[in-house]
């Protein structure tokens, strides 16, 4: 079976030829440049109408995952990372000892009330 010279054949109808310009409009941009403490640098692209406070001064190196700022040469520094607090560790900040046994003697007070033993 011999194929015939299709031309569209593959191709979306009304795709137009490649390459074509004429789809949409392309904002004005402006590009950003960051570094993370590593020496790896980054772009971004913002609007040219958004003004330079918008811009984020530090944002997140999408490779390393160190923050990454503006400046080359003093890139921001990693944040230090506080360990895993436990629930106990939160109540012991909020409560003193004498509070403490304070609450565990009243609940075990009303734990003894409702199991009927003094």
């Given at each position: 079976?011999?194929?015939?010279g ?12 490649m390459?074509e310009?004429d789809?949409?409009f392309h ?15 980054t772009?971004?692209f913002f ?5 330079d406070e918008?811009i ?5 190196h ?7 700022g503006?400046?080359k040469?003093?890139?921001?520094a ?6 895993y607090k436990?629930h106990?560790a939160y109540?012991k900040?909020?409560?003193t000892?004498q509070e ?9 007070q009303?734990?003894?009330d ?5």
């Amino acid at each position: 079976m011999a194929t015939g010279g299709n031309a569209i054949r593959g191709t979306r109808v009304g795709a137009g030829p490649m390459g074509e310009q004429d789809h949409g409009f392309h904002a004005e941009r402006v590009a950003v440049t960051y570094w993370d403490a590593l020496g790896n640098e980054t772009v971004r692209f913002f609007a040219a109408n958004v003004p330079d406070e918008e811009i984020p001064e530090v944002i997140d190196h999408p490779h390393s995952g160190l923050p990454a700022g503006r400046d080359k040469d003093n890139p921001p520094a990693v944040a230090k990372t506080e360990p895993y607090k436990t629930h106990l560790a939160y109540v012991k900040e909020r409560r003193t000892e004498q509070e403490a046994e304070t609450l565990l003697e009243d609940a075990l007070q009303q734990l003894r009330d409702r199991r009927g033993e003094l």
